[in-house]
């Protein structure tokens, strides 16, 4: 049997207590538009009440530790710790490498374990990584515990994202991870109004105003783990709060899209990996996601020293980073129910990134050939930040749609989310120690050249996986028409995203 004949053998198993369930095709993957019945809708409501809650907080303390790194440099840590900018991006990037180590390897730790254990896990370790920041007082110190942070809080995001994706059919994806990911602009907001507010306990246990920042949340982000071991289910068929004829119907309703199918065999790791190399529309969305990344995590960390740049101090400026995130967060919800409801994610990054590309234009204007104030400089960032933002969902949500079976999408979801922190590495030193402030010029171009290196990227593709069901819709055609079927195909057909029986979300 050839190497390509064993691939095609390659399929799922079943694990009552993960997520990890069962693909076999009951029918074409339609993604047309169809609603959900009531009492169906009403379950898929009552879901959301059970797992975004938990998974939003867990996402905003996991978020709120990288804003909150920049918030306390502004609040003084730089100078108690004595380290330069260069220091200081060591440190960070310090995070960064852990935390590409694992996001794979912990994907496939929550299929075998199950995410109840895993993600409150790793985010209570996290936690008290967190807290101990609050008594650096040296530049090993900081190294230290960064990488720490990395390696225990390195597999949430793909983790969470894997999660959502087992919970819900794909119509229905994006608005979940919208609203988590708008738990993150939260974060961003918050942690600047909060940095405000902790920075005036200055003195308090002879501690400066900086190290509460890390003390304060390091203890909510344990109290939250410890509930989270509670509160968190495995999977839609195991939550108690369910009834048994409810976990059915959705159990079913997952079973017709193709992310539940009972019985199956386990899919194996290495031959799901090395296929992934294959799927062009991968490929190109992996490049997408390290484009992201590295804008966001530039704005995440610096943006409150961008905006002590334009001309503004201490707690203003971290009170002035507020309301471009809550517009996003406002905007990554709106994005998605349109997506969603019409199956639009390429087209809808399209216009995002080139929102962000023009907000990028308008912060470099002054610098290059415009003659403006600061304040039209900051209002480029409501171009900027919510055009970055909310690119994420639809990004997250568009790489779980298209890969199956599960085995490859947990990998597709986790390699994604490691080549992305090459773009973190790179945005450590793009301000500060390669572009200097006030203006960040350099820096500024980078980021310029990634959004539209996103909207070319996505263009392609959608172009990719528009042929890709052309294709198939006529291979599915011919297929029917030398068996005499005018039906479904057979149920033994596996769910694979090669298959032409599984119809890729535009």
Request: with cysteine; charged share 15%; aromatic share 10%.
């Amino acid at each position: 049997m050839s190497s390509s004949d064993r691939d095609q053998e390659a399929i799922e198993v079943a694990d009552e207590k993960s997520i990890s369930h069962f693909e076999y095709a009951p029918a074409v993957l339609d993604v047309a538009s169809r609603d959900a019945p009531p009492h169906l809708a009403k379950l898929w409501r009552k879901l959301d009440l059970l797992v975004l809650p938990i998974i939003s907080i867990i996402y905003f303390l996991f978020s709120l530790d990288r804003y909150s790194i920049g918030n306390a440099r502004v609040a003084g840590m730089q100078n108690a710790l004595h380290i330069t900018d260069e220091q200081y991006s060591i440190a960070l990037t310090a995070q960064l490498l852990p935390q590409m180590l694992v996001q794979i390897p912990s994907n496939h730790m929550l299929i075998v374990v199950g995410p109840r254990i895993v993600m409150p896990s790793m985010i209570l370790c996290g936690g008290v990584v967190c807290a101990l920041q609050g008594f650096m007082t040296n530049f090993a110190g900081l190294v230290t515990c960064r990488f720490f942070m990395g390696f225990f809080q390195g597999g949430l995001l793909p983790g969470v994202s894997l999660y959502l994706a087992s919970f819900y059919p794909r119509r229905k994806l994006q608005l979940r991870i919208a609203i988590m990911h708008s738990a993150l602009a939260c974060a961003s907001a918050f942690s600047g109004l909060l940095s405000a507010a902790i920075i005036h306990m200055d003195g308090i246990a002879n501690k400066p105003g900086w190290a509460w920042i890390f003390l304060l949340e390091g203890l909510f982000i344990v109290v939250i783990a410890l509930l989270a071991f509670f509160l968190l289910p495995d999977s839609p068929t195991t939550a108690l709060s369910f009834k048994d004829s409810e976990k059915a119907l959705i159990a079913d309703a997952l079973q017709e899209d193709g992310i539940l199918v009972q019985g199956a065999a386990r899919g194996r790791f290495w031959t799901e990996f090395r296929l992934i190399f294959t799927q062009p529309h991968i490929i190109l969305l992996v490049l997408v996601d390290m484009f992201y990344d590295s804008t966001l995590s530039s704005l995440g960390t610096f943006l409150p020293s961008i905006v002590t740049s334009l001309g503004y101090e201490d707690s203003v400026a971290q009170l002035m980073t507020v309301p471009p995130f809550a517009v996003s967060g406002v905007l990554a919800i709106l994005t998605a129910l349109v997506a969603d409801r019409y199956a639009v994610r390429g087209m809808t990054m399209i216009i995002l990134g080139t929102m962000a590309t023009i907000g990028f234009a308008l912060f470099l204007g002054k610098s290059a050939f415009l003659s403006y104030d600061n304040g039209v400089r900051y209002g480029s960032l409501f171009l900027i930040v919510p055009g970055v933002f909310c690119i994420g969902p639809p990004l997250g949500a568009w790489i779980a749609n298209n890969t199956a079976p599960l085995v490859r999408r947990a990998t597709a979801l986790a390699l994604a989310s490691t080549i992305r922190n090459i773009g973190s590495i790179l945005s450590m030193w793009l301000f500060g120690s390669i572009s200097a402030p006030p203006r960040y010029t350099s820096a500024s171009i980078t980021l310029l050249v990634f959004q539209v290196g996103t909207v070319v990227c996505v263009a392609g593709a959608l172009v990719h996986v528009w042929r890709e069901n052309k294709r198939k819709a006529r291979r599915r055609i011919e297929w029917r028409a030398s068996q005499g079927m005018t039906g479904e195909p057979p149920r033994e057909v596996p769910v694979r995203n090669e298959s032409i029986w599984f119809e890729y979300v535009m």
